[in-house]
């Protein structure tokens, strides 16, 4: 997948009366956001259950292909809800921007794409997976757990300045 460049706008205008910033100046770049997403230990995830509640849970991140992936076990509450419905939000808390993207989670099954991910996980939390299958597997485990690698393709992401006084909203085309 080709990494596209969101367009960078202000969350809130001049008209609004609120305390945030409507000066462009503070405009953040996505390359801050995405190197948030790259570096950051750990995100939360929300999905929606089959009733409409939320669910949110930690998960860890990679960025790869252009795209931020997370993973989690296939018989998780969080994949069980993206094989319903893949729309979701990655949460994070960086040192310089917090984060909000919104998106959809598409499962990888293909082995190549899952051998490139798993290349990143290994590279970031030096966490040894093998694929086969189209899964991915922990082999020093007992019983070899499964894993399932998903892509989050972001729709719009939400980065808030640490002074509470700065807010860039970014569209994805």
């Not at 190197?35 to 999905?47: G, N, Q, V």
Request: net charge negative; with cysteine; hydrophobic share 35%.
């Amino acid at each position: 997948m080709t990494e596209t460049t969101p367009v960078a706008e202000l969350l809130f205008s001049k008209d609004d009366a609120t305390p945030i910033s409507t000066d462009e100046a503070t405009l953040k770049e996505w390359d801050e956001a995405r190197a948030c997403l790259e570096s950051t230990p750990k995100a939360w995830i929300s999905t929606v259950w089959p009733d409409g509640r939320a669910h949110s849970m930690p998960v860890l991140l990679v960025w790869a292909e252009g795209t931020p992936w997370i993973t989690t076990r296939p018989g998780s509450r969080k994949a069980k809800n993206l094989a319903a419905n893949p729309h979701c939000v990655i949460t994070v808390g960086g040192e310089s921007l917090d984060l909000v993207v919104e998106g959809n989670a598409t499962r990888a099954r293909d082995e190549d794409e899952l051998r490139r991910v798993a290349a990143a996980f290994k590279a970031k939390y030096r966490w040894e997976l093998a694929v086969r299958g189209g899964s991915v597997y922990e082999d020093k485990l007992p019983g070899s757990p499964e894993y399932g690698f998903y892509q989050v393709t972001p729709t719009r992401a939400f980065g808030y300045g640490l002074d509470g006084l700065t807010a860039t909203r970014w569209r994805f085309g």
